[in-house]
């Protein structure tokens, strides 16, 4: 669902080669990494509700397990394709290492507009691709989670499903995560992207004696799961939201916006009305002027002069063509891949601080990863519990990203490669994937043995 023609492959490949030549990594593991260990491919074909047949295609990447089971979302939308779904594998591998949780790397779509399914065909759908899938997943193979346009509903069919295929005894609860409460989902699953990302944008900023965030303002690309849930935190934080969109457009709200009223006036329409206003500072939404907002492309809202940038959309939205004209100092990516590798290159001769997608998107995952290990022991955690765990683990990753640029120099997404594939290295090389240069497969200097 890349807009631009560039692929999001080549942007993951690009990277890990030109990280892996400077930090002097195993060729080896760079060769493994650079493909996928399976790609499924299904066909699902689909009884509509008027009796006809349309055929549906589903994919599963499973790109690496070398740290532990597969770990990756599955979305559903229309322009989903293997290439895209590959990178997203691999971007799951990196980041299960940069939070050094216990997973490979995963991910999984179906090439559907899930709007125009009416909700029976879309759980016919749901379950089906599970079916297909057979034996691919479950708790300790791979482990699917909502992406975009999938939510806990679709978890819960899922989960439904897979228990009807594998009993009991298939631990079916601990083979999705993202599930909703009722069904062993976790507390603080729902907001753990965006509540991860922001624990990072803070503590990113602290490292920067930057902790008084009074007028710091921004704008975030994307009003789903992700965006809505770190704009409304970030709102109760004390930063200050301009603008915010969603596929059709956005609104940009120059003295900062009401985010809470948006998430409910959203909530009941269905989606964003960029035409009427909601102003912070109490003004009432339905009294609020003309000058209070105004609505903003998806483009110029990329444009807009911000201290925070914030895509939490879709891939390849700051590219060459449009980086010039990106005004804010920080890019948090909560989106996957929303950076093309040149725009990157442009953003850092700028000084501007991109915080990569593979550390600030990792919330979703780490919290994850706590439903999984909270389904295994069959004992729950408060939401508090969770949030205190996640906190800790984002600012950790950040302060060993932080370390990794001093240390080794270049931009946070080249020290955030550094630390994944260091950790990726060094479970390849104790598992004999690659051997350790210089000495035999178990550890001994040739010739010394
Ligand atoms: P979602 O389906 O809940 O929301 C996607 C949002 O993006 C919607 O507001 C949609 O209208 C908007 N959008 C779609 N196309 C757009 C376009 N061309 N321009 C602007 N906005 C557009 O999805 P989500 O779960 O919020 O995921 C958003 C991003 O975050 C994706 O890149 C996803 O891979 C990434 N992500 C999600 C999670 C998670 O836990 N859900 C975890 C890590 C990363």
Partial sequence: MA?????????????????????????DVLKLMRKPQRILQVELPLERDDGSLEIFHGYRVQHNDVRGPYKGGVRFHPH???????????????????????????????TVDPTDLSDRELQRLSRMFVERLGTAIGPNRDIPAPDVNTNAQIMAWFTDEYSRLHGESGHAEAAFTGKPVVLGGSQGRESATGRGGLFVLLEYLRSQDITD??????????????GSY????????????????????????????????MVTARNQAG?????VCYPKLGVEAVGATQDDCEPISNEDLLKL????????????????????DIKAKYVLELANGPTTP????SLAKRNVSVIPDILANAGGVTVSYFEWTQNLQNLYWSQDEVNTKLEAKMKQATNEIIAMQKEGGGTLREAAYRLAIKRIEAAM??????HPRGEDSVGHVNGNT
């Avoid at 940069?98 to 999984?108: H, L, R, S």
């Avoid at 040149?342 to 290159?345: G, L, N, Q, V």
């Avoid at 090389?429 to 690659?434: D, E, I, N, Q």
């Fill in 3 to 27: 807009t631009t023609t560039e692929s999001p492959l080549d942007s993951f490949l690009t990277t890990l080669d030109r990280v892996g030549a400077s930090s002097g990594t195993h060729p």
């Fill in 80 to 110: 989903v394709a293997l290439d895209e779904v590959t990178a997203l594998a691999a971007w799951m591998t990196l980041k299960t290492a940069v939070v050094d949780i216990p997973y490979g790397g995963a991910k999984g779509g179906i």
């Fill in 213 to 226: 965030l009074t007028g710091m303002t921004i704008a975030v690309q994307g009003f789903g799961n992700v």
């Fill in 230 to 261: 770190f704009a409304s935190l970030a709102d109760q934080a004390g930063f200050t939201i301009v603008a915010i969109s969603d596929a059709e457009g956005g609104t940009y709200h120059p003295q900062g916006a009401d985010i809470s009223q």
């Fill in 271 to 275: 989606k964003l009305d960029t035409n």
């Fill in 305 to 324: 002069e911000v201290d925070i940038l914030v895509p939490a959309a879709i891939e390849n939205q700051i590219t060459a063509t449009n980086v010039a």
């Fill in 342 to 345: 040149a725009a990157d290159e």
């Fill in 429 to 434: 090389l104790l598992r004999g994937w690659a």
